[in-house]
């Protein structure tokens, strides 16, 4: 039996992934989270063969939590899901010691497939994932910028795209308004713009964006 932690922000994402997984055989939800730091807090306790868990939520996101689960549980399986298919988001989630990653366009029987293999000890990429990977290797003349952000930043600069104020933000990830502001304008500076609007148009650009909340 593959034992499955559910991390998500949406309940009702949490409810159809959980539908998926209890519907096949040999697989059980031993539990839920709606965000990182909750996430984070179980693993110090408890353990699950495999952590599906989402990238971008309230408080702690899931490059964060994912760093701190395996401070906890170095042998932790943790698949990334997601609706961000470019990188620098791949890259950052393997590197930190993420055992597979999958957008949320994902079928139900490949995020069935993922966890097999990832439980197995394996690895998993999406196939289109992989590919864009191998390709960002041999093309460094359209080098992302956004890849020199820090988990945070990189965080942050996608609440302001998706038309987050910064004391919105500063509530969501329990900061002060002068520290998102602080990150803010690091990630300007890395970015060489001055502005919102400029965010904007190079996170368009790069598509870093998406319809909805990642």
Known sequence: MISIYL?????????????ILEDERGIKVVGEAPDGETAVQWARQNEAD????????????GLEATRKILRYQPHAKIIVLTVHTEDPFPSKVMQAGASGYLTKGATPPEV?????????GQRYLSPEIAQQMALSQFNPADENPFK???????????????GEKVNDISEQLNLSPKTV??????????????????????????????????
């Open 112 to 120: 069935l497939q993922a966890i097999r293999q990832v439980s197995r």
């Open 148 to 162: 020199a952000l820090s988990e945070r930043e990189l965080q942050i600069m996608l609440m302001i795209t998706n």
């Open 181 to 214: 502001n602080s990150y803010r304008y690091r990630l300007f500076a890395k970015l060489g713009i001055s502005g919102d609007v400029e965010l904007t148009r190079l996170a368009i650009r790069y598509k870093m964006l998406d319809a909805g909340h990642f």
């Open 7 to 19: 991390v998500d922000d949406h309940e009702l994402v949490r409810t159809g992934i959980r539908r």
């Open 50 to 61: 495999v952590i599906l868990m989402d990238m971008n939520m309230p408080v702690m996101g």
